[in-house]
């Protein structure tokens, strides 16, 4: 098998690289070229294509994104990558790609391959054996989640569903809320007013408006990658979730109900089980609740948004963790503060 570092592809392989990803049962939206436009553009970053190949064949995909800090080198980035079905072939690539990553001035370098457990567990004592140490903030993405099997039926998912989750479903619809896909920019803002009215009362951190610009603009108007599910009541636009199309995986990744009206009825419950429907008519094998801290068996739990999801009944998998690899061992003290 051959290894390959390039800053761009041509058409041709921007083909295959898509069709490679897509294909995988470890893909992830995160690793197809186009995630880069969500990325404003500045002389601070980087991108790389890294993969592998037999016969002109992909075997493993890695899409990354670099971070030029000034008088030391470039931290690198891979999300939820590189991709590769074969265990053996994805940790063989990992190793080649270190001395790739060396020449191009690395000094740190973040993955984490979409592998859920217990093949997982192989994936991260290798990484260590590699000289990789878990890395794992609270606002990185997720790696424990709940996730729904997509082979059943409709009815079969609906009736696995706590009764509670149940009755809220078909309360917000006898009460008239109206779930819609968002058509237009417009209801974009309007779902990242929510977002930010929500983000300022529990005081945490939403991403911008401009990202949403960016991700309506390459990924949501498609209506096949990722959809943004908007509920409204007496026309007023009171809630809205973010799904993404991860191949195998349809991800709960944002969502915001309004904190200014107090409906009598779940703003949002219905909302999930439309993106769940979605993701099914999509071809996706799980619907993925978007994380999971282990909490919240009562209401009076301060982790309401885990007891949401636990309503729904997903089983609980453990993805791999975010990994970091340092280069120029010996400067370690020096270069771990500036890595992201």
Not at 15 to 22: A, E, H, M, P
Not at 116 to 137: H, N
Request: aromatic share 12%.
């Amino acid at each position: 098998m051959e290894f390959k570092l390039a800053r761009d592809l041509d058409p041709d392989l921007m083909d295959k690289w898509d069709f490679f990803v897509k294909g995988q049962k470890t893909g992830s939206l995160f690793q197809l070229p186009l995630w880069k436009d969500l990325y404003l553009s500045n002389k601070k970053q980087c991108w790389l294509f890294f993969w592998g190949q037999k016969e002109d064949q992909f075997t493993l995909a890695a899409l990354i994104r670099g971070r030029r800090i000034w008088g030391l080198g470039v931290d690198y980035t891979i999300d939820r990558g590189p991709v590769c079905d074969d265990a053996d072939l994805l940790l063989q690539g990992i190793e080649n790609l270190l001395p790739f990553l060396a020449k191009e001035k690395a000094i740190g370098l973040r993955l984490d391959p979409y592998w859920e457990f217990p093949k997982g567990e192989r994936i991260e004592k290798r990484l260590k054996d590699l000289g990789f140490e878990p890395f794992q903030r609270k606002d990185d993405r997720h790696f424990e989640t709940l996730t729904i099997d997509l082979a059943q039926s409709p009815e079969e998912i609906f009736s696995h569903f706590r009764k509670t989750t149940r009755n809220e479903i078909n309360k917000a619809k006898k009460m008239g809320l109206k779930v819609k896909i968002a058509e237009d920019e417009q209801e974009l803002k309007g779902f990242c007013d929510l977002l930010d009215q929500l983000g300022r009362k529990k005081a945490i951190r939403t991403p911008p408006y401009s990202f949403f610009q960016r991700l309506w603009n390459s990924i949501l108007k498609q209506k096949d990658l990722g959809i943004l599910l908007l509920g409204y009541s007496d026309d007023r636009l009171v809630s809205g979730v973010v799904i993404l199309n991860h191949g195998e995986r349809g991800v709960y990744s944002w969502g915001a109900s309004s904190v200014e009206t107090q409906e009598k009825f779940s703003k949002a419950h219905w909302l999930i089980w439309e993106g769940i429907l979605w993701a099914k008519e999509m071809g996706c094998r799980l619907f993925d609740l978007g994380g999971y801290s282990g909490g919240a068996e009562s209401d009076s739990s301060p982790e309401q948004v885990d007891l949401f999801k636990k309503g729904f009944r997903g089983e609980f998998c453990r993805l791999v963790k975010i990994h970091r690899y340092i280069f120029q061992k010996g400067k370690e003290k020096w270069i771990r503060p500036f890595l992201s």
